[in-house]
């Protein structure tokens, strides 16, 4: 248990849904309503899958190595390195796991015909490595960075097509969808991250992180992520509004219930959050519309049919 703890497997498994979702959910449906052909097999389809989800884990796990000081801080009790796993097993499981991801991506993009495509999984585990090194205990560049990882997730699979259909990919009709989904995954990862920040900033403070609340204090900190939060419900509610005047009442009230009502419930909770307990919950609520919105990916199947 320690070591899926290590890896955040609920993190790592939320990847895999979000590919199995856009096979099965968007992909699929296209090939089967539209008649456009899929260029990527399934056996690709899980091989890009399990790339990506092994170099997240192994982002997970040197990022704990490097947080050791700021977690005996911010929270002692649930210290895995050091305590449930020596640090050598951790950088181990590290270089096992980024080293599986690469290889993975690396086969699949020669089998594509397009081996300098892999240059995006290369960057993925360098941007994880950095992250964790140095990055998010910059001003604000380590949340961009986590946040444009994260979009990145939604837009590999038409990544792979860029690569298998290069002249074509823009016509698919998915497209604009999985844009749309990077972008939610942006903004949502990066209100997250910041909240996250709130919690954790006993610890970054005395470690002398020059994260987001340090940097500005509490309470701006809390303005700005309201003001993403904002962002969020208002480019939610211009796509409601084109699925209410096209009758798309299913797909409306789901981002409503799940999505829309969360973030201004979530608004009151950062507003009103002190305690390291309290910016806790509020990271829990972010997480929780995030997920809402990957799990949207199986209603927008009732508009491509």
């Known amino acids: 248990m320690a070591y899926l703890r290590l890896v955040r497997w609920p993190n790592v498994l939320i990847i895999g849904l979000i590919f199995?979702?856009?096979?099965?959910?968007?992909?699929?449906?296209?090939?089967?309503?539209?008649?456009?052909?899929?260029?990527?097999?399934?056996?690709?389809?899980l091989l890009v899958?399990?790339?990506t989800m092994f170099i997240?884990?192994?982002?997970?796990v040197v990022n704990d190595i490097f947080d050791q000081d700021i977690d005996r801080?911010?929270?002692?009790?649930?210290?895995i390195i050091g305590k449930e796993i020596s640090e050598e097993t951790a950088w181990n499981l590290y270089y096992g796991l980024g080293s599986l991801g690469l290889g993975l991506g690396i086969f699949l993009c020669w089998q594509l015909g397009n081996v300098s495509s892999s240059l995006v999984f290369m960057l993925a585990a360098g941007g994880l490595y950095f992250y964790s090194y140095s990055y998010k205990r910059q001003f604000l560049i380590g949340n961009v960075v986590v946040a444009l990882l994260a979009a990145l997730v939604p837009f590999m699979p038409m990544y792979l097509y860029i690569m298998c259909q290069p002249d074509s990919w823009m016509q698919l009709p998915w497209s604009p969808i999985l844009m749309a989904f990077a972008f939610f995954s942006?903004?949502?990862?990066?209100?997250r991250e910041m909240i996250k920040d709130m919690e954790d900033l006993?610890?970054?403070?005395?470690?002398?992180?020059?994260?987001?609340?340090v940097v500005l204090g509490i309470k701006p900190t809390k303005l700005l992520v309201v003001g993403l939060i904002a962002l969020l419900i208002g480019s939610v509610g211009r796509l409601q509004m084109a699925?209410?005047?096209?009758?798309?009442?299913?797909?409306?009230?789901?981002?409503?219930?799940?999505?829309?009502?969360?973030?201004?419930?979530?608004?009151?909770?950062?507003?009103?959050?002190?305690t390291p307990a309290a910016f806790h919950r509020a990271s829990s609520m972010a997480k929780f519309?995030?997920?809402?919105?990957?799990?949207?990916?199986?209603?927008?199947?009732?508009?491509?049919?």
């Open 20 to 45: 199995l979702l856009v096979k099965t959910q968007l992909v699929d449906v296209i090939v089967e309503f539209s008649g456009v052909e899929s260029c990527i097999t399934s056996l690709q389809w």
């Open 49 to 51: 899958s399990l790339a």
């Open 56 to 60: 997240a884990a192994s982002g997970n």
């Open 73 to 79: 801080v911010n929270k002692p009790d649930k210290l």
């Open 186 to 191: 942006f903004i949502t990862t990066l209100i």
């Open 202 to 213: 006993k610890g970054d403070s005395l470690l002398r992180c020059r994260t987001v609340p």
């Open 243 to 274: 699925w209410w005047q096209e009758n798309d009442m299913v797909i409306f009230l789901y981002f409503l219930l799940a999505v829309q009502v969360p973030s201004v419930l979530l608004v009151s909770q950062v507003l009103r959050s002190t």
């Open 289 to 305: 519309i995030m997920v809402a919105g990957i799990l949207s990916m199986a209603v927008f199947r009732t508009i491509l049919e």
